[in-house]
């Protein structure tokens, strides 16, 4: 078994604690249906915001899925001229034996931008 990682984003509308709580909840389903990923194989979950996410933490939504015991941890990520605002992006790492070929990255709403040859 070797530890994998799955990439995925999501916008939001708004600055909101609704907004970021639903749409990153929204994200992380996606992400673990795709992958039929189960808690106990998860090792980790890294979150980014862009700088003008700010109401609200996106590992609340993790902890509200029922999360408990998943190591999360969040960062603001680099101010680039022209990036995608109001993004929120996670890395989700997990035990699995899985190919690298094998796992599903996720990009929905506009973060389909980021990453058009993944995102369906």
């Given at each position: 078994?070797?530890?994998?990682?799955?990439?995925?984003?999501?916008?939001?509308?708004?600055?909101?604690?609704?907004?970021?709580?639903?749409?990153?909840?929204?994200?992380?389903?996606?992400?673990?249906?795709?992958?039929?990923?189960?808690?106990?194989?998860?090792?980790?979950?890294?979150?980014?915001?862009?700088?003008?996410?700010?109401?609200?933490?996106?590992?609340?939504?993790?902890?509200?899925?029922?999360?408990?015991n998943v190591p999360l941890m969040?960062?603001?990520?680099?101010?680039?001229?022209?990036?995608?605002?109001?993004?929120?992006?996670?890395?989700?790492?997990?035990?699995?034996?899985?190919?690298?070929?094998?796992?599903?990255?996720?990009?929905?709403?506009?973060?389909?931008?980021?990453?058009?040859?993944l995102a369906e």
């Amino acid at each position: 078994m070797s530890v994998r990682a799955i990439r995925g984003a999501i916008t939001v509308d708004e600055n909101t604690k609704e907004q970021i709580i639903n749409k990153t909840k929204q994200l992380l389903v996606e992400i673990i249906q795709s992958n039929d990923v189960s808690n106990s194989d998860m090792v980790s979950i890294f979150f980014t915001v862009t700088n003008d996410i700010t109401a609200a933490f996106p590992p609340v939504a993790a902890r509200e899925l029922g999360l408990a015991n998943v190591p999360l941890m969040t960062a603001v990520e680099m101010e680039v001229p022209g990036s995608l605002p109001k993004c929120i992006r996670v890395m989700l790492h997990l035990n699995s034996d899985k190919s690298l070929d094998e796992i599903k990255h996720v990009y929905l709403g506009n973060a389909k931008k980021l990453r058009p040859d993944l995102a369906e």
